[in-house]
């Protein structure tokens, strides 16, 4: 299986359902362990919803690939759910806490034409 495949594969773990009132602006909150760091997902969702139940389900494929820092997880993740969800915003944190330090990746994009209306200015980081 070449790398295109192997990606295919991963992402399509990630399902997704029509979101309910695709008109109105909504934030979506789904926080999940993730090779022991914290993932928190944020998104606005344009036509659909991530499943959350897919999200464990994804996760646990990414333990499977060997990543070196967190900072290349977080934009794969960024990546996958924004190819199989395309939200209209979308943000990744993933955050390990060791005894001495912690170490946290925020990553983000958004659709380009997307008018938010004041909605992320409204948010906690």
Not at 6 to 19: C, M, Q, S
Not at 43 to 61: A, F, I, M, N, Q
Not at 105 to 112: H, K, L, S, T
Not at 120 to 125: G, T, V, W
Request: aromatic share 4%; charged share 30%; proline share 7%.
């Amino acid at each position: 299986m070449d790398a295109t495949e192997d990606i295919r594969k991963r992402r399509d773990v990630l399902e997704t359902l029509p979101a309910p009132h695709p008109r109105h602006d909504a934030v979506v909150v789904m926080e999940n362990d993730c090779m022991g760091a914290t993932l928190r997902l944020r998104y606005v969702p344009d036509r659909d919803v991530l499943k959350p139940e897919s999200l464990s389900r994804y996760v646990g494929t990414l333990a499977k690939l060997p990543f070196t820092s967190l900072e290349e997880t977080a934009q794969t993740i960024l990546e996958d759910i924004n190819d199989q969800v395309i939200p209209n915003w979308i943000e990744v944190t993933l955050c390990q806490s060791g005894s001495d330090m912690r170490h946290e990746v925020r990553v983000e994009d958004r659709q380009p034409n997307w008018k938010e209306r004041g909605l992320l200015d409204r948010l906690a980081p």
